[in-house]
């Protein structure tokens, strides 16, 4: 059996302040951290340490310098994604995100999908479904949202709480549930034939650090509206949704579309890990600017003479 | 007749270097600025210098500091506001951006809207309307993506082009033009009824300025993606637009939703003025965060046991 990182208690060092960013650049190896975040045949949820950095050797100060590039990285991709969109590419980026509650979604979509240019976003929280929703099969509300061309999607919670929450609290038979699996697979290679880089992240935080989160919304006034005392309900089920969650992996890692399990107990490290997850499917798309589209010295004339 | 802001060749002095992020903060009147940008009666857009920065008196060097503490005060504020939408707030915020090309209403977007989460954003960019939205009138495609409660709208064109391009290509007959004023002064006041807070901004670029953008467009390869031929014949009915938005104010510049002229030859002021038009608006919706809606201390107990 493989696992993608090890549980250690000791590997999250303690940052050192480290003057240079080329030192900072230097603790990072996206290839590597991507290669060990990503789910393969014999992984198991309960061998990752929630506050492991795989890949990358620095700590929170160094992820600042390192973070500041990618974002500068992932900004530009971004507008040659979005250019090339208007020129016939019809390639989309879907970043799917996952985790308990506390475990960090939002402030994946604040600080690193943030980066990037509002025009080229489309994000979706997906709340429980409505009872018009409820009407149609699980996947009716995910299709209608799914990005168009030159667009990052991003979800915030997706179709995956249909075995999750769905499982958990057996909101549908055990066999509709089961089959679901297989929907999901054919739904997202679907997604991918038709050109759509799916990135599925799960964010690994630990039942204490939750605890710890939680309790920080109690304790400030500006966290009360995230506070939802439903959400102790399901912390009660911890290990019921961490069952779930590597049935997920199970059955839904696939080679079209991948599951990352990031280590999401430092915030840092957990957006660090998707910010280069999101860099790694633009740059595989090998963009380009789009050439001109008309005849340059033309142009240029006619725009001389108005 | 009260000019809003007027011309003059040397209004926008040479910028410069500001050490000190007070001296630049203490270049700029808030609420001179946005008195300064509103459309009232007698107001002409051929009265307004492109190139002139009422109510900053700074140059491009010191609008980066204050346009930082702009950015995070803008960033706060966003999480205030979607956080009372949670608890019962149905307030909204409607950006609408007009402009000639090259106006800069996506750097507006870009580098403004930008600086808060993308989860409190939806953006809209208005193409020429297809086949499917002809069928309907002209602001049903409009009405179905107003902003919901806690959101931030941006529209990057809109209604209004149905009463620019529109009337300077006679797409419609003149008599149901011009009734599109008031259709669009009644809209607009549904949707201040409705608790959302217009802000409408027209970029104004010189034609001088539109060229040296164009020509940049021709002359960049990363650029390229941006130029359009049909520019060009845009540009040659300058003087009908410029008409056409003088209408446009004239008729659409309310109590309820007034309009803001911004002059837009240096991008930096432009940015400078739709930031602070936006918190502006935010800021008047005086807000708070939600208090809690649960028992904090029996919460507390609860978190405190699991």
Request: net charge neutral.
């Amino acid at each position: 059996m493989a696992k993608s990182h090890t549980k250690s208690k000791k590997s999250g060092k303690k940052s050192k302040k480290s003057g240079s960013s080329d030192a900072a650049a230097a603790s990072l190896r996206p290839a590597d951290l991507i290669e060990r975040l990503q789910v393969r045949e014999g992984f198991t949820l309960s061998g990752v340490d929630p506050r492991s950095t795989p890949g990358f050797a620095g700590g929170k100060s160094d992820s600042v310098a390192v973070g500041a590039t990618a974002s500068a990285e992932l900004s530009a991709l971004q507008e040659q994604f979005f250019a090339s969109s208007r020129f016939g590419d019809t390639r989309k980026i879907l970043l799917i995100l996952q985790g308990m509650d506390g475990s960090g979604k939002g402030g994946i979509v604040r600080h690193v999908v943030g980066a990037v240019d509002p025009q080229g976003v489309e994000h979706v929280a997906f709340k429980a479904p409505t009872p018009a929703e409820l009407k149609h099969d699980f996947l009716w509300r995910i299709r209608r949202r799914v990005p168009g061309p030159g667009l990052i999607g991003v979800f915030d919670r997706s179709h995956y709480e249909d075995v999750l929450i769905g499982r958990v609290h057996e909101l549908a038979p055990a066999a509709e549930i089961d089959e679901r699996y297989d929907l999901i697979n054919r739904f997202e290679q679907e997604l991918v034939d038709d050109g759509t880089t799916v990135i599925k992240v799960m964010l690994h935080i630990s039942a204490d650090e939750q605890k710890a989160r939680l309790f920080e919304r109690l304790n400030r006034p500006d966290k009360y509206w995230k506070y939802n005392p439903g959400d102790i309900d399901e912390r009660k089920l911890w290990p019921a949704y961490q069952d779930a969650f590597q049935t997920v992996f199970e059955r839904t890692s696939t080679d079209a579309a991948p599951w990352f399990v990031v280590p999401a107990d430092r915030k840092w490290y957990a957006r660090l890990a998707a910010q280069q997850l999101l860099l790694r499917a633009l740059s595989d798309l090998e963009l380009t600017w789009p050439p001109a589209h008309f005849d340059v010295p033309a142009e240029r004339a006619r725009l001389g003479t108005t």
